[in-house]
């Protein structure tokens, strides 16, 4: 009957997707990745994005707990064969980038801890302050991650107690260097094969001064580093090398491989500037960067070299942190793509949760205003929506220094991070747009005109900056210079040592600087607050406006929703009762002819033709 029909029609398209059915799996057949016999899942250059992009960039929606849960899932995949070879790495920087990155980084560690890691190394980011690497040390993070933390070229330096024999026996202090990781050097062991690590950072600085950063030129001469290519036994070699994808320093590392062992296949895991890319060294060597600020998912595969595989047949695959993407890659069983619960595994569930508990102690999430437009970090500093012309015009000019004509301010244009989105400015906002939080400084009140140009050299715009060539490497608040005015230079603490090194040779005079009760993320928040925060009747018109906006779209959308489900379940409708007449009139002119057998996917069925 027609209301059975309808019973029928319901229980079908509407009660079964949610029950809950038996399965022998949670994944699919096709595990969309090349594998070879070592395979690689690397992250670098996160820079504490470890929460993901999800609430303005929604395609790049995987946090830290997805990326655990895809490699668990992975390991559970490779498992039955015991010729593969699965290794989760790390390249460093996880410092400055969000909020969630403080000075010391008590609420980052935890995490990192827990997302058990085979091996990872230190980028720069992390020598910066003494402050932090007092804490890797006093923590127990250094100490829970033992030799997995390889530091081939980068020591911590500590006051360590020394015991001295003479007619009085005495203890003094002396300074003592050890690798800040647990080791230089470290054999990872898979179920088929061993792959000896090193984790190298290129010649680095200005490091803090616990610690001590040698030459890489210099360490692949010294005897550890040659006996533990002589005397290891291993299959492969990787490199966790922050520097660049090609840089001189990638082909000094396998130059020096390659007299001791000239087959072994050797992959560099590089960073630090921040793409994506892949260059193929030499027949059995090859380099591999994974992006930034957790926006991509490193995948690595390549074989060992042997009669079958004279080449190391190096591949690779660049994945977005997309949890749909990460599923898909697994050929994950489930009909629900964005259903992120079914994906994560419980130690997944675990780093999720640290990540909001962090967050919410930070109160990253407490909206201080409303920005009434995206400003773009790649723009130039005229260009329209430039987050540096915004900032160097209407924050710091207009709003810090009152708009006064003879004060200047300069900024190395490194410091800002990302993009600032329109709509509501969260602290954590703020935080990755500015991450360092750079004290302000009046360097000079009394700098001429001319001598101002001499410290850029002739040029207030001179230049370009390496990563961005919109901009000069140094930004101003000045467009044009008077050379016979006298000016107040400001700047801030990470750029003193140039500037006050430029002003005093372009001047004859020392310059003592005077630190001012105000830092640049601050500033920016001063300035939110101000002028975009619930006193800015004009702001919030503009804010309340977007919101009713995106409102009316959802409205919209969910109208036009309800439109098509009413015209389908008419549709519906409407060839149940066709079909209910058509088969009342077959009922009564119904004549059975012959049966005959048909083979459907090699079972038999009987079928009844009907006149």
């Known amino acids: 009957s027609l209301p059975m029909d309808l019973f029928y029609f319901v229980v079908v398209t509407v009660l079964c997707p ?21 395979n690689l899942v690397i992250v670098t250059d996160v820079h504490s994005w470890v929460g993901s992009h999800r609430l303005h960039e929604p395609n790049l929606n995987a946090d830290y707990g997805h990326v655990l849960s895809f490699v668990e899932h992975l390991r559970n995949l490779l498992l039955p064969d015991k010729n593969k070879n ?33 091996a990872m190394t230190v980028g720069n980011h992390e020598l910066y302050h003494d402050s932090t690497v007092k804490h890797l040390r ?87 580093f040659q006996s533990a290519l002589t005397h290891q036994s291993y299959d492969a070699i990787v490199v966790l090398a922050h520097m660049d994808l090609v840089d001189s320093l990638v082909y000094v590392i396998m130059n020096s491989i390659r007299k001791v062992n000239p087959l072994v296949p050797i992959q560099f895991v590089t960073g630090h500037t921040h793409y994506r890319g892949q260059h193929i060294l030499e027949d059995r060597a090859a380099t591999f960067e994974a992006g930034r600020y957790l926006d991509t998912v490193g995948f690595v595969s390549f074989n060992k070299i042997n009669h079958t595989h004279p080449k190391a047949l190096f591949q690779h695959v660049f994945l977005d942190a997309n949890v749909k993407t990460l599923k898909e890659t697994l050929g994950f069983n489930d009909n629900d ?35 009434p437009q995206h400003l773009y970090l790649q723009n130039g500093l005229l260009e329209k929506n430039s987050l540096w012309g915004f900032f160097l015009q209407k924050v710091v000019h207009e709003f810090y220094l009152q708009g006064a004509p003879n004060s200047v301010y300069a900024q190395g244009v490194g410091a800002f991070r990302y993009d600032l989105f329109s ?39 001179q230049g370009r900056d390496r990563l961005n060539a ?32 430029a002003i005093e040779k372009a001047t004859g005079k020392n310059v003592t600087p005077e630190a001012q009760s105000m830092s640049t993320t601050n500033l920016w928040l001063e300035f939110v607050k101000s002028e975009w925060g619930n006193n800015n009747n004009n702001n919030n018109e503009y804010c309340q406006e977007a919101e009713q906006q995106q409102e009316e779209k959802g409205m919209s959308f969910t109208m036009l929703l309800g439109v098509v489900a009413s015209i389908f379940g008419l549709a519906v409708i409407f060839m149940l009762i066709r079909n209910r007449w058509i088969r009342a009139r077959r009922s009564r002119s ?14 038999d069925y009987k079928s009844t033709e009907f006149i």
Not at 18 to 23: E, M
Not at 345 to 368: C, F, H, P, W
């Open 138 to 224: 006093d923590s127990g993070f250094l100490q829970a991650l033992g030799d997995r933390y390889i530091t081939s070229n980068v020591d911590q330096i500590l006051n360590e107690s020394v015991s001295t024999t003479t007619s009085a026996s005495t203890t003094t202090k002396q300074q003592q260097q050890h690798p800040l990781g647990g080791s230089r050097f470290k054999i990872l062991k898979g179920p088929d094969a061993n792959v000896l690590v090193f984790g190298f950072l290129y010649n680095f600085e200005n490091n803090c001064p616990s610690t001590a950063v040698s030459k890489v030129q210099d360490v692949v001469k010294t005897d550890w």
């Open 470 to 501: 919109a901009l000069p490497p140094y930004a101003t608040t000045i467009q044009n210079v008077d050379p016979e005015q006298t000016y107040e230079f400001y700047g801030v603490d990470f750029d003193l040592p140039h500037f006050v090194e």
């Open 423 to 461: 709509g509501n400015v969260t602290l954590d906002d703020l935080k990755v747009v500015n991450p360092f939080d750079d004290v302000i400084y009046l360097i000079t009140r009394d700098l001429k005109g001319s001598e101002l140009l001499e410290v850029f050299g002739g040029n207030i715009h």
């Open 18 to 38: 949610f029950l809950s059915l038996p399965r022998s799996s949670y994944y699919a057949h096709a595990l969309n990745l090349p594998i070879n016999d070592f």
């Open 590 to 603: 119904f004549t059975p002819v012959e049966s005959s057998n048909i083979s459907i996917d090699g079972e």
């Open 337 to 371: 793509n964005d259903n992120q619960d079914s994906f994560l595994t419980d130690n997944g569930k675990k780093i999720q949760n640290m990540i909001a508990q962090a967050r919410n102690s930070l109160e990253l999430d407490t909206v201080y205003g409303c920005s």
């Open 86 to 118: 699965l290794f989760f790495l790390m390249n460093g920087d996880f410092m400055d980038g969000t909020g969630l990155s403080t000075y010391p980084p008590t609420h980052l560690t935890p995490i990192l801890q827990h997302m058990n890691f085979d």
